[in-house]
C-alpha cells in the first residue's frame, strides 16, 4: 500500500524545488513527469498567463473502474511557497524535517503534494476498485487564491473536495471566515507648518483620530480587524497631505463582517468631518478614499456530509480521532466552497508554516497520505 520511503524521497524532490508564487512551473513539471509514468494526462490551464505566471493551475483525472458507480471526489494541493523559499535544503532529524535554518521548508503546502502523488501510486499499483477522482495543483495560493480563483470548476465531476493544506492530520477544516482587504487614502491640505500651519489640514492627524476611534482587534468570537500599515508625510516642517492605510476585517458571520467594514469607515468619516477648517472664509476639511475587496467568503461544511463524513470515517479507520476545526484563514477552500463544490481542509503536518521554523514530522505526512487513500477505497 502506502511506501514510506516514496512517500519521504517525493517529498524531499518536492521542498527542494524552488515554487515562489508565479513561479510554479518546475514543480509542475515534477508532477507532470511523476504522473506521465503512471499513464495519466494532467493538463494546465491558462491561469498563469493571466496572472503573470510561469505555470497554470493542473488538473488530472482519474478514472477507475468504478466510475460512475461511486461518488466522485476532488483532492487538492497549491504549488507554490513564501518567501524565503527559494534554496531550501531540508534536514532530517529523528523523523522531523526542518528546514537548515534560513529558508522555510516548504511542507506548507509540498506535503500535500507528496501525499497525493503517493494515493495515485498506490491507486495503480494496488487495488484497483476505485471511481473517479480528481486531482488540482493550484498555483498562487500564498498571494491571495490567485490561481483557485482563476480555475474553471465547470469542467470538475466531483462535488466534494478535499485541500490539504493545514497542520493537524486529525483535524476537518469545516469552516473559514470571510475576509475584506481594504486601502484608506485620507487626503489633507498641505501647509508650511512653521508659517501658516492654519492652512493646513493634517492627514496624519485625521488619521491618528480615525484609528483611535475604531474598533480593531478581536471584535467578538468570530471576528476580527486590524489596521496594518501606514505611511504618509513628507518633512517635519510641512503639514502631511496624504496618508495610505491598509487593513482588513475577517468574520465567520458576514452581516458581522459589513458591521465592522462599516464602523471602520465611519470612524474615518468622522475624523474628517472632525478636521474642517475655515481658511479664507471658505470651509475646508480633509477627504477619504476607500478601497474595499472581498477577498474571500466564509463557508461551513455540515460535520453530517458526506464530505465531513468520509474523512471522519476513513480516519476511525485508522485509529486517528477525527474533529472539526474552525480556521482563522482563508485557503483555496474557500474559492470552491463559493463556486459551489463543497470544499474541507486536511492537514498533513506541516507545523509553524510561514516561517523558518517550519518543521514537519514524517509520521503525520504518513498518516495524512494513509487517510486520503482510506478515503477513496471507503467509496465503494
Ligand atoms: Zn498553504
Do not use: W
Not at 168 to 179: D, H, K, L, M, R
Not at 277 to 299: K, P, S, W
Not at 341 to 346: C, F, R, T
Amino acid at each position: 500500500m502506502v511506501n514510506a520511503e516514496r512517500l519521504k524521497s517525493t517529498f524531499l524532490d518536492l521542498v527542494r524545488i524552488d515554487s515562489h508564487s508565479r513561479e510554479e512551473g518546475e514543480v509542475a513539471r515534477y508532477i507532470q513527469n511523476r504522473l506521465t509514468a503512471l499513464g495519466l494526462e494532467a493538463t494546465m490551464d491558462e491561469a498563469g498567463a493571466k496572472i503573470g505566471g510561469n505555470c497554470g493551475n493542473l488538473f488530472v483525472r482519474l478514472q477507475g473502474p468504478l466510475a460512475g458507480k461511486v461518488e466522485p471526489i476532488l483532492f487538492c494541493s497549491h504549488m507554490d511557497t513564501v518567501v524565503p523559499g527559494k534554496g531550501v535544503k531540508p534536514v532530517e532529524v529523528d523523523g522531523v524535517f526542518r528546514s537548515s535554518g534560513d529558508t522555510i521548508l516548504g511542507a506548507d503546502d509540498k506535503s500535500g503534494i507528496a501525499a497525493i502523488l503517493e494515493l495515485v501510486q498506490v491507486l495503480k499499483e494496488n487495488d484497483k476498485s476505485y471511481g473517479e477522482i480528481e486531482l488540482l495543483f493550484t498555483v498562487a495560493e500564498e498571494i491571495g487564491l490567485v490561481g483557485a480563483r482563476h480555475f474553471d470548476t465547470a469542467q470538475l465531476k466531483s462535488r466534494h473536495a478535499y485541500f490539504l493544506d493545514s497542520e493537524f492530520v486529525t483535524s476537518i477544516g469545516v469552516g473559514a471566515p470571510s475576509a475584506y482587504r481594504m486601502t484608506y487614502r485620507i487626503h489633507g491640505l498641505e501647509a508650511h507648518a512653521g508659517m501658516a500651519p492654519e492652512r493646513g489640514i493634517s492627514a496624519i492627524r485625521v488619521a491618528a483620530q480615525a484609528i483611535n476611534a475604531m474598533p480593531l482587534g478581536r471584535i467578538d468570537f468570530e471576528t476580527t480587524a486590524n489596521i496594518g500599515s501606514i505611511e504618509g508625510g513628507a518633512a517635519t516642517n510641512i503639514i502631511p497631505k496624504l496618508v495610505t492605510l491598509r487593513g482588513e476585517a475577517r468574520s465567520h458571520n458576514p452581516q458581522k463582517l459589513e458591521a465592522q467594514a462599516e464602523a471602520m469607515r465611519r470612524a474615518f468619516d468622522q475624523a474628517v468631518e472632525n478636521s474642517a477648517v475655515t481658511i479664507d472664509g471658505e470651509r475646508v476639511q480633509a477627504r477619504l478614499e476607500e478601497e474595499r475587496n472581498l477577498e474571500y467568503q466564509a463557508f461551513r461544511v455540515a460535520e453530517n456530509s458526506l464530505t465531513y463524513r468520509l474523512a471522519a470515517e476513513a480516519g476511525a479507520d485508522l485509529g486517528l480521532k477525527m474533529e472539526p476545526e474552525i480556521s482563522g484563514g482563508g485557503s483555496d477552500a474557500n474559492i470552491f466552497n463559493a463556486k459551489g463544490i463543497e470544499s474541507v481542509v486536511l492537514g498533513t503536518g506541516m507545523m509553524e508554516p510561514h516561517t523558518v521554523k517550519e518543521f514537519l514530522r514524517f509520521e503525520d505526512m504518513l498518516n495524512a497520505t494513509r487517510l486520503i487513500v482510506n478515503m477513496v477505497y471507503r467509496l465503494r
